[in-house]
């Protein structure tokens, strides 16, 4: 045990080691299969786990088929313990009920086993900080008390002191380790009495924290790779499935506000399709592990009977990826909620040549090959991602994890809790501030007003990764946004941050079930109680539908704490994030503007944004703050204020939007991140004041790209590669350039040099009015600098711009073109009209605002200043400065 504790300090206090390659990286397993009762594995385990039955229990002759499991008198000779009559059996640990391994899902005590089960761990550790430990455990949750025993063991029996986050990955095929399962099943969901067997609990978190102590005493120098893959889904997906991966497709719950769940309209509108994977390297270039992250139930076998225990298809996944390449493989459990098993595209054949897809339900033999045909796929995949990924910056591994405390609405979880179901579990005694003080002992749970103990966390994986830990089921729609507005909630209550948008790093992993499970975790606005079941029957469902008041299906929130905890959990998570936020984020009230010029809260089809004037409560087509994608020039007869790209939930871009798109982010002229707008889309907006249909454009992007300013993968964004900074030079014939027939004309030439040699083109030209000084005088940028002041000319006409300015696009060169570009006006302050563009116009006289102007080479996509009530005029801005693009 000292050599062990020795080995763990100094592997965590070693950076010179951790210098040389930026990390270290060790990984471990440990088999938390129950052992036979009678061998010698189950001997050990029953001697060290449950001691006492060799001297309190010699008078109960029957172990069962397992070990650790109560032992008892076998009055119908069938080898398992009877629960109806209840057959004698010894408490040995006086807690008033048989303790045996139960399966999920009421098929009662476990017969047999399938496949094994699993605990795996990685531990990451820059050589500074305490070692970083997630562990992933084969059950289908474990609460509060048993993950903070296992980093109890973990100390104080193994001798390693590292942040340890258990996560449990749902596993639905494992021995009941919530207590639902237990004997005289209800019909409910809910046996009388608990399934938990603390005896094979204990064995558990032993083996939690000797695969923690494992991959830490594994450490080794290591470089760090991550990635996120996707597909696309398709605009419009409708139904319980959608397109996830190559070769496979993902099943959803009916709910809302995972889709939209109306009768008429049941599109996909709130899920999280990326994979994610993080491999660590050895010296050699050896995978030391691979942890592969994906939001979806694993259930299917669980569900099937006979029940026997099995590890489902991640333990496929990771069976066939250790059988195929070096290190280990795990599979870490996202925001799974409502996100049901994902199977191969087409379904895996049965020996019949029927398909079998992840709801066969038949038999287990056979949804195996379904089973073990998904993993496989993901096996591939994960390589496939593994192979292509990115590598990490080197800087510090840090865990910051919080005690929270959270109400208990559910009236059945009351219950359930004061007879024991919960195990361990207890509730607590919180101070004002919701943190938890002491426990509460179960017979004295308050029928109301009782809270749990719970986490939140998330771990810093240096710079450029964030692991976001959440305690339940959480729905995507919580921790990463959704297309709905507050018209449409089931619930008229708060909308709470969005915990990922608050988070700053390139990579961003959901954890689920991560140190606890408290159940669903549902937006508090997109929850809808059964009446009676929750103390807070603010918003009941119509029983005969399960519809809420606006229509939506609901079906889940029986096996949540309630609305108020979510809410809790995400705005704590937020806070907690927001101390080393993004400082390009903005989160930003809005909507997503369509190509006729009309508002959406879903991002589909659209063509820019318009965020309002802080304090709006309308849009404003002549104010806010409105920003185009690359094609995009203007809406009617506004310009856009930024040229952007669309983005999803984790603030990377996209080449157009889908139901993942959370809104717009904006490039300064070297490629990096300027601004990245998250557009809340929930609060009320009176939209009525429509802007003019879209303007399109040549698509417009930085010349450069910045490093780790985005995911290298990312699709839409700028391209590495090019290291032009030069603008582009342009001469204009002053002579000949000016107001003709009611147009700006132009005459000149521009020039550009190129990029690494390539051609390129001019892509538009464009004229800025700086400021407007006076009545009749303006001033007009040149490429380097303001123009002197003018006078105004005579006949109340607008000054001659002296110069203009051209935009290239990796230019080539050299190369030149005689340029000639109307720009459409228009009366400062006043709002355009809605419909098609107006054709062009007399510019009105002194310093009328051109609705589409623009900058020199890469400034259109600059960013604007962060909302705040605008006019017409334009502020007097400096070269590089912010300025209007078009």
Sequence with gaps: MVCAGLAGIALATAPAAADAAGFLAGASKQDMTPPKAGTPAGNAADSEFAPTFSTACVAFPNPGTFALQEPFVDTNGNGRWDDNPPEPYCDANGNGRWDGIYTDNGFGPLK????????????????????????????????????????????????????????????????????????????????????????????????????????????????????????????????????????????????????????????????????GVLQARASNGQPIFTVMSLSAHN??????????????????????????????????????????????????????????????????????????????????????????????????????????????????????AAAGVFGKRQAYVCNTSGDPIQPVPNGDIATSGAQFRSFVGYANIGPDLQLIDNPGESFPALMLGTPFGKEEESCDRPNPAVPTWHARALYRFQVGLADDLVGYLIPAWGFAEIPGVFNTDACGLNPQTDRDMNGHKHKLETESIGPTGANDIANTLASMLNSEKDPTAHIVQGRFVLPDGSYSHWPTGAAGILVPAAGASALNPAGGTLIGDPHTAGFGRRGVDATGFFMDYDGQPQSRPDVTTRGMMVFDPRGCVAARYYLDVFATLDG?????????????????????????????????????????????NHRRSGLHRNRLVLYGRAYDRGCNGKKGRV?????????????????????????????????????????????????????????????????????????????????????????????????????????????HQAPSRSPGSTRRPG
């Design 112 to 275: 047999a086993v399938h496949d094994p089960i699993d605990v795996r761990a990685v531990a990451i550790s820059d050589g500074r900080h305490k070692p970083l430990v997630y562990t992933s455990v084969k059950l289908i949750g474990i609460f509060d008390y048993y993950t903070e025993e296992a980093r109890a063991v973990l100390k104080n029996k193994y001798g390693v002191d590292a942040n340890l986050v258990v996560s449990a990955n749902h596993n639905e095929s494992s021995p009941d380790s919530i207590g639902l399962y237990g004997a005289l099943q209800t019909g409910q969901g809910a046996g009388v009495r608990s399934g938990i067997d603390e005896y094979y609990m204990s064995f558990v978190e032993d083996k939690i924290a000797h695969a923690a102590a494992d991959a830490v005493h594994n450490l080794k120098p290591a470089t760090l790779f991550a990635n996120q893959v996707g597909s696309r889904i398709p605009d419009g997906t409708s139904g319980n499935r959608y397109p996830l991966l190559t070769g496979l497709s993902q099943r959803i719950s009916d709910q809302f506000p995972t889709a939209v769940a109306l009768a008429n309209d049941d599109r996909v509108a709130s899920v999280d399709p990326k994979m």
């Design 299 to 416: 259930q299917e076998m669980g569900m099937t009977p006979p029940g026997d225990l099995s590890a489902d298809w991640p333990g496929a996944f990771e069976r066939k990826f250790d059988a195929t390449h070096p290190g280990m493989a795990m599979f870490l459990v996202g925001d799974n909620g409502s996100i049901e098993d994902p199977q191969t595209d087409p379904p895996a054949k049965a020996p019949d040549g029927t398909d079998i897809g992840s709801e066969y339900r038949k038999d287990q033999t056979t949804l195996y090959i379904q089973t073990q045909a998904t993993g496989e796929r993901f096996a591939s995949l994960a390589a496939d991602a593994a192979s292509k990924a990115s590598q990490l910056t080197p800087g510090p591994v840090t865990l910051t994890r919080k005690a929270i405390c959270l109400p208990l609405e559910n009236n059945a979880f009351v219950l359930l």
């Design 688 to 732: 009525s004041k429509k802007l003019g249909a879209a303007a399109s454009q040549a698509k417009v992007k930085p010349v450069g790209s910045c490093a780790h300013s985005v995911q290298p993968g990312a699709k839409g964004g700028p391209k590495p590669g090019c290291p032009d900074r030069r603008p582009p030079r342009s001469t204009i």
């Design 763 to 871: 892509v538009r030209v464009v004229v800025t009015v700086a400021r407007h000084l006076a009545p009749g005088r303006c001033r007009f940028l040149l490429p380097d600098g303001p123009h002197p002041r003018l006078r105004r000319p005579p006949a109340a006409r607008p000054p001659r711009p002296r110069h203009g300015k051209v935009v290239a696009q990796d230019a080539p060169a050299p190369r030149a073109r005689r340029l000639r570009d109307p720009i459409a006006g228009g009366r400062p302050g006043r709002q355009p009209p809605a419909g098609p563009p107006p054709r062009p116009e007399r510019l009105e006289p002194a310093c009328a605002w051109p609705p589409i102007a623009c900058s020199a080479a890469c400034g259109a996509l600059a960013a604007p200043s962060p909302p705040e009530p605008r006019s």
